[in-house]
């Protein structure tokens, strides 16, 4: 089966400055890899996804790339504010028609003022 | 994206009693999900719940531990029944549908056994 591995597992940065943090994959079938914000006390934010389609996609401050040939695929966060302070999951989908998703290990990112 | 509620948002409870969890969506939806996430850990799936039919339970979860409900598309109930201190998680559903594959959670019910 599918299995997700995420790095870092804490991550600081200052704020304006970048922050990225990388998961890879085992099933070189999976085509969906969504992520998540989770703020403390709530559920987790899908925040951007990629598919297996495409090599990136942005959405404003943040963007996803994808590397299906080495099976990984980052987020990108620019110019970092302290509410992005969270921490952060990565997923992919698994190929078996369940529409599950295996998930990282999570991130906790924190942004220094 | 959907907007989705769970009850209670927390609760303590005491060791062999049984807590039923409800997810609400504000629109119909093919799938719904139920997670455990121990504190700092990731998201594990328990179970898939099935609209009219048993939920299907992951390696590891079964029915007589977490009894499962979805009589409609979009409702559902978790149940964590003979509750002892590993039990204190939160417990977190999410939605999809089938045509776009994205997930969308709930708030989460923080349970604490005492």
């Known amino acids: 089966g599918e299995n997700v591995e995420q790095h870092p597992s804490t991550l600081s940065v200052q704020e304006g400055d970048s922050a990225v943090i990388k998961c890879t994959y085992s099933?070189?079938?999976?085509?969906?890899f969504p992520w998540y914000k989770q703020e403390l006390g709530k559920g987790p934010q899908l925040i951007i996804d990629?598919?297996?389609?495409?090599g990136e996609k942005k959405d404003q401050r943040i963007a996803v790339t994808l590397n299906k040939t080495a099976k990984h695929f980052s987020l990108h966060i620019t110019e970092t504010q302290p509410e992005d302070s969270a921490v952060y999951f990565c997923?992919?989908?698994?190929?078996?028609?369940?529409?599950?998703?295996?998930f990282g290990t999570g991130t906790r990112l924190k942004v220094l003022a | 994206s959907a907007v989705i509620s769970q009850k209670p948002s927390r609760d303590i409870c005491q060791r062999g009693t049984s807590l039923t969890i409800q997810c609400q969506v504000d629109?119909?939806?093919?799938?719904m999900f139920w997670y455990r996430q121990q504190p700092g850990q990731s998201l594990t799936l328990i179970a898939t719940?099935?609209?009219?039919?048993?939920?299907?339970?992951e390696s590891g979860f079964v029915i007589d531990k977490f009894p499962i409900s979805r009589p409609n598309l979009t409702f559902s109930t978790l149940t964590v029944s003979n509750m002892s201190p590993e039990d204190s998680s939160i417990y977190l559903c999410?939605?999809?549908?089938?045509?776009?594959?994205?997930?969308?959670f709930g708030p989460g019910t923080r349970l604490t056994v005492t």
């Open positions: 990629i598919r297996s389609n495409v």
């Open positions: 719940a099935n609209q009219g039919s048993e939920a299907t339970y």
């Open positions: 099933d070189s079938a999976s085509n969906y």
């Open positions: 997923a992919a989908s698994e190929t078996s028609g369940t529409y599950k998703y295996i």
């Open positions: 999410s939605v999809s549908n089938i045509s776009r594959n994205e997930q969308y």
């Open positions: 629109s119909q939806v093919t799938m």
